[in-house]
């Protein structure tokens, strides 16, 4: 039993996964030396070498495309995109090539790839450094796409995205790495990748997040003071694994989904879809959403004003209990 926070289970996590398998390796830029922006990659260059933990260039589109190639040469490549914003000159590859290899093959050219992209804001830094662009993969069909929120699920979650098949877009809250710890145990049978999880109970009104959310949500269920509220970690975006909130919600008839992503087009558009396709007659308020405005990201000052909050989520619940 050890003590970590999420940085660290994702440290150990790539360090499993690189001495189980000799496949595995690293490339992205810094990630050798320097450990990565995030120290996400410390001591890694320097117990497996340079061949496994590669420094790229500043070009993501050729560390993407690289690891196409390695994949399809039997290498299971795990990149680094150093910011989520950084993510869009690659962003062709990603759609035209990594999502569509394995189906355009008829299944004869896997691609076990794991692209890392520390996402979302609350760390003080601008445009292009604190973005949340997961709607955009999880509309790609090819592309599975997650989000841990916590260390021991950063711990299990990024080797077992290593040893899918599937290309896999690995979302890693970068407010949260260095922010909490938790206990692992490595001995502990993790949880299936491609699932959700409630982890708090509630009555009254169920709390979907994801990825930096989960924590807002908590403290939000934490804080209510006369209702009691379920909170649901989705874990997984694409595919949704949304059994997990049709029970909930089919019992507190309430739902509020909470991203940093806009509002508009963003994924709580979809869980709001599917909930009232599912539970309508158990509904008792319509599904609410709470997310960014439909603006770019603002400058560090104002951007606690424009992430969700715990006030926004509690207003949101004040808002569903009044139906």
């Not at 950063?154 to 080797?159: D, E, K, L, R, V």
């Not at 309508?280 to 405005?293: H, I, Q, T």
């Not at 969700?308 to 509690?314: G, H």
Request: glycine letters at 8%.
């Amino acid at each position: 039993m050890s003590r970590i926070t999420l940085a660290k289970g994702l440290n150990a996590g790539l360090r499993k996964a690189m001495e189980d398998d000799p496949k595995v390796l690293l490339m992205g830029e810094d990630v050798g030396k320097l450990g990565g922006v995030f120290r996400i990659t410390d001591g890694l260059q320097k117990d497996f070498g340079e061949d496994r933990v590669i420094d790229s260039p500043l070009a993501e589109s050729g560390i993407v495309g690289t690891a196409v190639g390695m994949a399809l040469r039997g290498y299971r490549p795990v990149i680094e995109i150093q910011f989520d914003g950084f993510v869009y000159p690659a962003y062709d590859q990603i759609v035209c090539q990594v999502a569509k290899m394995h189906y355009r093959s008829r299944g004869r050219s896997p691609m076990p790839m794991v692209i890392r992209i520390p996402f979302g804001g609350g760390i003080g830094a601008v445009e292009h450094h604190s973005e949340s662009p997961e709607a955009q993969f999880a509309h790609t069909p090819g592309l599975k796409v997650v989000s841990c929120s916590n260390p021991v699920d950063g711990y299990w979650m990024i080797q077992q995205a290593i040893a899918c098949d599937d290309p896999v877009i690995f979302l890693e809250p970068k407010r949260q790495y260095h922010a909490d710890k938790a206990d692992l145990d490595e001995t502990a049978t993790p949880a299936p990748l491609f699932t959700s999880r409630t982890v708090r109970a509630g009555t009254d009104a169920t709390l979907v997040g994801y990825g930096p959310t989960v924590k807002t949500c908590l403290r939000a269920a934490e804080a209510a003071e006369d209702s009691s509220l379920e909170v649901i970690d989705l874990r997984t975006l694409s595919p949704l694994d949304l059994g997990p909130v049709y029970d909930s919600v089919r019992r507190t008839g309430r739902l509020v989904v909470v991203h940093e992503a806009h509002v508009n087009l963003g994924m709580g558009a979809e869980v709001a879809a599917r909930v009232t396709e599912e539970c309508f007659y158990s509904l008792e308020a319509p599904v609410l959403r709470v997310g960014a405005p439909d603006t770019p990201y603002p400058p560090s000052r104002v951007e606690e004003e424009y992430l969700p909050d715990l006030d926004r989520v509690l207003d949101a619940v004040d808002r569903a209990l009044e139906y």
